[in-house]
């Protein structure tokens, strides 16, 4: 018999290699000169690089010189905060949100760590920055403000745009973590008024291990990754060619591809979300009714855990993730359901549903289904005692 297809509704946390960029990056795999090098084969390998930097440039408004590849998001937004390593003493604090992804509030802590204050905002009940927060904590001392696009939990869009002109009145600097944002919605660093903007290949059906960052020219910058005098000395190794391959490729599409698939996307969500709450009424949804990325579905669930329903769903072929991160033996509820004032037991119960370009409305009637029949039977089984819960009552 027949695997049945797996339906992949976690398309935040990755997709999948769209097919064009499997060709292209199967066609770069013969350019396989250093950038570096002054002859044919170093040109070649340039000539892909720089073509694909002018690509990714020209689908956010930038131009080629004010971007730089990295080795992913993760690295894109740390080398932002570490450009601030020589900024003047009186002019070094940090002002970020509560509900950041780890790599920004891990470098935004390592920061702290070096004794450089640090604030974090808080959001309302649907994921947004309280901009007269920000207002009051900005000061001639901050430095660097960020704040992400687009939430990967709960898919929330915050007003960049205002927030970046607010830190520009008051002479700081403004970065946005725009991850989960660039190839779901149009993101323009102009129109922002972003100084730093970082953007990564595999949330886009782009490769893994590439991403982008926007440095406005002019702005302050010191490397990661000292080194060679690669992407103009700031950030050095040499460029990973197909992968950069690849992510041009990916901004190709979506650029013929996103507006459509939005729209599709939206109508997809709506229509689950409507189905959730016939079939399980007590459901809750969280982040913004209408701010919010088109694919992009948190719910919670009344008296069961997101990993039950996570693990359930998985063993139907159905793949969707939870907040909740295992750390030593424990699950913490999600800092941003926690954030946006979720109790722990509802922030526990909560599961995150990311639609993408390839979910079909059949996917939406399965996942349907199957949430209504497991949420009914784990719920039974967490009222039963923790013994019955998904850890075997290791979970607290
Ligand atoms: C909002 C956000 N920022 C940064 C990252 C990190 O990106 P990468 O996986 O490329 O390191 C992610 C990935 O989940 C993300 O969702």
Known sequence: ???????????????????????????????????????????????????????IADFIGAKPEEIIFTGSGSEANNAVFNALSNQPPARREIITTSIEHPCVLRAAAHMAESGVPVHYLDVDETGKVYLDQLESTLNDATALVSVMTANNEIGTIQDVGRIAKMCHERGSLFHTDAVQAVGKIPVNVNEIGADYLSSSAHKLYGPKGIGALYIRQGAPFEPLIQGGHQERGRRAGTENTIGIAGFAKAIEMRKAEMAEEAAHLAMLKLALRQGIERVIPEATFNGHPTDSLPGTLNVSFAQTRGEAIQLALDLEGIAVSTGSACSSGSLDPSHVLVAIGLPAAQALGSIRINLGRTTTPADIEQALQALARIVTRTGRAAHAGPGDCCCGGQCG
């Open 1 to 55: 018999m027949d695997k049945p297809r797996a339906t992949y509704l976690d398309h935040n946390a990755t997709t999948p290699l769209h097919p064009e960029v499997k060709k292209a990056m199967t066609e770069a795999m013969e350019v396989f000169g250093n950038p570096s090098s002054y002859h044919e084969a170093g040109r070649q390998a340039r000539e892909l690089v720089e073509n694909s930097r002018r690509v």
